[in-house]
């Protein structure tokens, strides 16, 4: 995400990494629980860790899914992290989000330092705990603002550190998106949306998705493109699922899945691609016919 002729990414500030691009921090040490926790179970350790002031600091929780995925180099591989970061222990397995599944309440998002993944798992199973503390400017809200227990049904969000009750992140802009034809604008990030979002008319391969675009873009004389997977990610909202859009959300011909223009650093076979109905990120095999294809440009 940097190059050498910018600043660095990451401030080390003795067993604190300081993310400039976010504002976040986070613990140098990307392990701070000996195990695994069950989601519940990483609460208790985050309001543990504060008592203690571990690190110095009493207001740690666990980040909402844009922050943990915020740390996500698609290009990177066990872990995908950018190149040259200061953690140490980076589990590249599954790690906790405080952000639950819309899909089912008993499930809630993790992030998978392996490859780059994102998806949801039993609220009961374990997964790795990465605790961050402070605010982002430049991270938007995920939309999540209900608290659910393991077992799916509703808790009081007082107290409870779930994404729901916090909600960080920068607010959505109201009206969330402008139409102006066959084009949507999403006022939050800038981006322009095809209001029919299945251009190729059914699943195609990635060759053939790049193929479609470019057809868009020499017929409309417009700088139609294949999205970058953050970009599709950023329609995501968590309160919602089936499709996990905005409600009231202007796009027709909504289908299950897409293409990104993002590769997969784990595999230069694969590409990043996005479950628009659970709000995923998983890669799909380029060869494959089996993502739907939307196109973006950027003014």
Known sequence: MTDDTQAPRFTVRGDIVEDCLTGLSWPRLAQPFETGLSWPEA??????????????????????????????????????????????????????????????????????????????GRKVDDAVVWPVRGESEVLWATGQTGCFG??????????????????????????????????????????????????????????????????????????WRLPAIMELESLTDCSRADPALPEGHPFTAVREAYWSATDSGYDPTWSFCYYLHKGAVGVGFKARAEFHVWAVRSD
Request: charged share 30%.
């Open 43 to 120: 609460f208790q350790a985050i309001e543990a860790m504060n008592r203690e002031k571990r690190f110095g600091f009493a207001d740690w929780r666990l980040p909402n899914r844009r922050e943990l995925y915020s740390l996500v180099d698609h290009g990177g591989r066990e872990p995908a992290l950018p190149p040259g970061h200061p953690f140490e222990h980076v589990w590249a397995g599954k790690c906790w989000t405080s952000t639950t599944s819309a899909r089912d309440h008993a499930y809630a998002w993790w992030v998978q330092f392996s490859g780059g993944r994102m998806f949801f």
């Open 150 to 223: 393991a077992d799916g049904g509703p808790e009081d969000c007082a107290g409870s550190g779930q994404d729901g009750a916090l909600r960080r992140g920068r607010p959505w802009p109201e009206p969330r998106f402008r139409e102006n034809g066959g084009e949507v604008e999403d006022r939050m990030t800038g981006l322009i949306w095809r209001r029919e979002t299945d251009l190729a008319g059914g699943m195609v391969d990635r060759e053939a998705a790049g193929r479609a675009v470019e057809a868009l873009a020499t017929e409309s004389g417009l700088a």
